[in-house]
């Protein structure tokens, strides 16, 4: 077997533009995803039963069903409501639905570990709830869940390959699109997995650092919380 | 003589199908320092997490600076803003440091300006003697500091009654005295003052009200002399057991 790069990296604008355009769906979807995760855990350890139980709907309908199925609902969902969208505003609405229903179930768990006596200092104090959800529990909570959250949102960024599927033209379309060109297959396909691992680490620093900025404690002191 | 700043009549309170408050009565004036007694479980701390409604009464009547505390329509932030509390476990907010600790609620409740807030803050450290530990985490100090610090949280918020629940349970003998030692200065200043204590010196020290709590009532009650000269066989026996101790 003879492999032979150059044919491929030849596309070298296309990948690139398919990289860069992954991971722009993965920052945007990771940023709505962990803003509909924090809203939905809230909702769901709420009081308000109807709240709590759409929000329960919504985690158990996305974690039970397979992601393609999931673009193409939306995809057609969207069309049969008249809704011509992009391909990409298609992906995006579908990986954040997806990745915030998995934050929605790690958010939780980072609410549940909060002592109960944090909540009661704080309510003492005067604090309204969401006062009390502000600034005694979300930081604290998103510390500890950290490393689940990151890695939900690298597997989002993996997971957006799928969306090729509706030509969105993210990295894994330009592969699809170069190997048929090129009948390079598996060239193709190892430079691509060489761009999500890349991808993937460039997406670890940027949370390392994130952590680091927003984490002074842990900046400071290195110690778990 | 002015109304009490704390009255509980006749309170009542289970849990499930425990009875915890037996019909608990007592009043707590300004500047009086009462303390409950009792051994574990005779429902001191539970009578004390109602008067700040952590817990709901079943029946009875509880007053709080003139809130009706039973009343299901109480403005809970106005009670709060009256009423200090300071737990055993500390329950500082471990990602803020001690200042941040301290003019979160001065700042988002009572809407302080920051530089009104850090002021603010500078003088209840100074009180509780930490000024130099203001930049610190809570994982950085030591329970007694710790427990200083919950308290100075409270008193940035210049409550008109602290309650305090068993605050020093947790720490040495050492830490303990730095903490009872901020409780005198407290009363010394004319705070009004119920605290949960198992420091029975203490308490005959600084209370001018004694509370003995014994299966959900106020089984005796009187000035710290009740401790020398029990009245009933319970109280005689608890503090000979504590005595011992």
Redesign the interface.
Same mark, same amino acid.
């Given at each position: 077997m003879e492999l032979d790069f150059t044919t491929v990296l030849s596309r070298w604008p296309m990948l690139r533009d398919g990289a860069l355009l992954t991971l722009e769906l993965a920052l945007i979807a990771t940023t709505i995803g962990f803003a509909i995760g924090v809203a939905c855990a809230v909702g769901r350890r709420g009081s308000v039963r109807w709240i709590a139980a759409a929000c329960g709907f919504y985690v158990e309908a996305v974690r039970n069903t397979p992601f393609l199925v999931q673009i193409f609902l939306v995809y057609f969902g969207l069309s049969s409501l008249g809704l011509s969208l992009p391909a990409f505003t298609v992906a995006l609405v579908a990986l954040s639905i997806n990745v915030g229903a998995y934050a929605t179930e790690i958010m939780r768990a980072g609410f549940d570990a909060i002592p109960r006596g944090q909540i009661e200092a704080g309510e003492c104090l005067g604090l309204s709830r969401l006062q009390v959800y502000w600034h005694v529990i979300l930081l604290p909570a998103v510390e500890r869940v950290y490393p689940s959250l990151t890695s939900q949102f690298v597997l989002l960024m993996l997971a957006s390959s799928v969306t090729s599927q509706i030509s969105t033209e993210e990295l894994t379309a330009a592969a699809n699109f170069i190997q048929s060109d090129t009948y390079r297959a598996f060239e193709t396909y190892i430079v691509v997995a060489v761009f999500y691992v890349a991808l993937s680490l460039l997406m670890r620093a940027g949370f390392w650092a994130l952590g680091g900025a927003v984490f002074p404690r842990r900046r400071r002191l290195g110690t778990v919380i | 003589m002015t109304d009490p700043v704390v009255r509980l009549h006749e309170v009542h309170k289970s849990f499930g199908a425990l009875k915890v408050l037996d019909g608990v009565s007592f009043d707590v004036h300004r500047g009086e320092v009462a303390a409950l007694i009792g051994r574990s479980g005779s429902g001191k701390s539970t009578a004390l997490r109602c008067i700040?409604r $952590?817990e709901r009464i079943d029946s009875g009547m509880i007053t709080v600076c003139g809130h009706d505390v039973a009343d299901p329509a109480l403005k $809970? @932030?106005a009670l @709060? $803003?009256d #009423?200090?509390?300071v737990?055993q476990?500390y329950? /500082?907010?471990?990602? $803020?440091t001690v200042m941040q600790n301290i003019m /979160?609620?001065p700042r988002? #409740?009572k809407g302080l300006g920051r530089a009104e807030a850090v002021d603010l803050a500078r003088g209840v450290l100074a009180k509780v003697g930490l000024a130099d530990k203001a930049d610190a985490?809570p994982?950085?100090l030591s329970g007694g500091q710790q427990q200083r610090a919950?308290i100075a @949280?409270?008193l940035a918020?210049q409550p008109k009654v602290m309650l305090f629940d068993e605050v020093t349970s947790a720490l040495d003998p050492e830490l303990t005295g730095e903490v009872l030692r901020v409780i005198e200065d407290l009363a010394a200043g004319g705070m009004t003052m119920i605290m949960v204590t198992h420091e029975m010196g203490f308490a005959r020290h600084i209370a001018s009200q004694v509370l003995f709590m014994h299966r959900g009532r106020v089984w005796e009650a009187g000035p710290p002399a009740i401790m020398s000269d029990p009245a009933t066989p319970e109280l005689r026996q608890f503090v000979g057991s504590e005595l011992r101790r």
């Open positions: - | 700040d $952590l $809970l @932030r @709060r $803003l #009423v200090g509390i737990f476990s329950n /500082l907010f471990p990602h $803020l /979160l609620a988002s #409740v985490y994982e950085q919950a @949280r409270s918020m």
